[in-house]
């Protein structure tokens, strides 16, 4: 069994680091980080962290150990050169352990910088980095109906990281917040199970917990164009000091909490007319099945067949100018609120190229004129600039810390 | 709360039908085969699998294989009377029509494209051992509507009066009296919180709360008072003109109030300052309230099981707010205990759940 294998991979690391089979790892290092046009895996552990330390050389020594060890797990190995069990039995263990023998599990650890991490709520320049700050990085503004929790919003890094195995996501993620003891905290962090997108034409649109497939229009991996002019961060678009970005992205999370049980007494024709789309297929209202284009300009019995405050048209490329997202949503459940009903929702995760033109517009629409609003709270919400990928010796954000 | 297919769905008062996409088919499958008919519509024609049908529960499977959004009509024998229709069908998708058919001559129509009298056909309903009972008369009709109406109308009047007291009292300084006056003034808005709703920007004048707001936009309202801040802007007028509903709209009205309940009220966010949220509470349940009320006597030959749940629904909740009196009002929100929200919260979701199929049954 496959599993096996990968458990020897783990056991041996310390001589001779044996790869395990490649089917499943996905590679760290490239021109673009990983776990953003990776096809979406089914689990998430996304952390916030505030840095404790005042220290920049403190801060780079962190980002070096979490490049180390983001790369080996990502490889199927103990986030330490050691291993879970094979080292002193004085000292406590460089891997948690509870990954032993579980494969790497489709693992992708994504990076991103939060705009306090230039400058703090004074505007101050907390680690000589605040010429560099992007001008699109800044906290998004209120939108209505925003019912955010501070506990759940912002942060000056952060790390997300998938992977097909939860228990996998969640040793990515606990083993790097114990490397960051003492230069920064953990803000805040979000279980995410269920993918709400597609980022890959491989993949089968999924549900999120309204009942409707969601992402259908999102942009995916095999389309480079689209990704060019949508996703990733252009060198004309960060001149100067924020040239450091270019080949990266920007990463926003909503936390959307829904109104489950409200939602559960919609009658289906309502709940089809708020998304403007069937739930069954999810074909359009206008006809035909998933993927035909909407037609909004057909006329219905009472105004157009999607009606003017449906989901679907509300946030439509065609009413924004073109503007596309990479949506990587996931669906979480947080147990229940102390009501008993569901603390649930959609972990809203969109990678674009300037949020500015590419979330705040949309947003903005939203909040304001669409039907499924009355049946959504959001209650987290964080923007990051995401570095690009790095080459062999490198580490992530080098190119912001070390850029000439 | 929103009900974007009301005007679609009661143009002419269907009381025999209602379109749904997810109905038990039990009914159907006891009585064979022959109660389900498949109904294709295309750009110049309408086949039905069958012309006649036995008396029953009917369902006509609708499937639009033209390129314009269709709809389908089960008309009575004069052609005019709508006793069943489905709207909005987009071309390659299907819709299911469910009506409640006693025997007699019918007319089935497809209006690809929505245009004109449709492509008609003659269809015949025959007597079998499932003949629905009489339909609802329309004076019991008339009568649910009339007193929900006149309802409406005296809580929109006592909402102005009350308004101005109020405003007057703030403007004067007289901040005690306003005050008392707030929650009180505040439950004849909540009563009929989904009829003001549809009036423009009515609402969000009026109610909106400080979360609500987008950048830039001027706080007006009751909220902006609560916080003692900024004097209320004038809107009611636009209400006192005269209202006539259909009966869907007085369902889902209800329906939408004790949306309002389980999504604001019963969890504080409603009235974060004054802590009043079981006034709002009370009126909301009100509003819900009378409009069943009304509706009473056409659920109970409807679906007597349904207004017996609701009935008794509505007084388990009202006994848990009953309790919670103190005076001529209540208590603040923020005196109760986490046990007696949670008491609240779970009478609402037991009143809401059934509620939700309150407009399904009246039209059925």
New interface residues.
Partial sequence: MAAGAFAAGRATAADGEAPPAARDAFAFRGPHQSGIVTPAQDRLHFAAFDVTTGSRAQLVALLKAWTEAADRMMRGLPAGEIGPVEGSSLLPPDDTGEAIGLPASGLTITFGFGPTLFRDEQGRDRFGLAERQPSALHTL???????LDPARSHGDLCVQACADDPQVAVHAIRNLARIGFGTVAVRWSQLGFGRTSTTSTSQSTPRNLFGFKDGTANVKAEEPDALDEHIWVAPEDVSGGAAWLAGGSYLVTRRINM?I??WD??????QE??VGR?KGSG???????EF?EPDFS?????GP?I?Q?AHVRVVHPDFHGGARMLRRGYNFVDGTD????LNAGLFFIAFVRDPDTHFTPIQ?AM??SD?MM?YLKVTGSAVFAVPPGIGDGEYVGQALFEQQ | MRKPLLVALVAALPLFAACTENTDRSEAADGGESRTITVTSTDDGCDLSATEAPSGTLTFEVANKGSAVTEFYLLGEDGQRIVGEVENIGPQLSRELVVSAPAGSYVTACKPGMKGEGIRDDFTVTASDQEPTAGTDDAAVDQALESYEDYVQEQTEQLVDKTGQFVALYKAGEDDRARALYPDARTHWERIETVAESFGDLDPKMDAREADLEPGQKWTGWHRIEKDLWPPADGYQALSAKLTFTVDQVANGSRGLLEEVANGKVTGEEEIWSHTDLWDFQANVDGARVAFEGLEPIVEQKDPELADTLESRFAELQKLLDAQRAGDGFVTYDQLAQDEVQALANAVNALAEPLSRLTAAVLS
């Fill in positions: 503004p209120h939108f209505p109906g925003d019912m109104r049980e409200t007494r919609q009658p289906l024709g309502d007319a708020f069937t074909a359009p209202l206008s006809g035909g099945e035909t057909m006329p219905g019995s009472d067949v009606a405050d102390s009501l008993g009903g903005t909040a304001k039907a009355e």
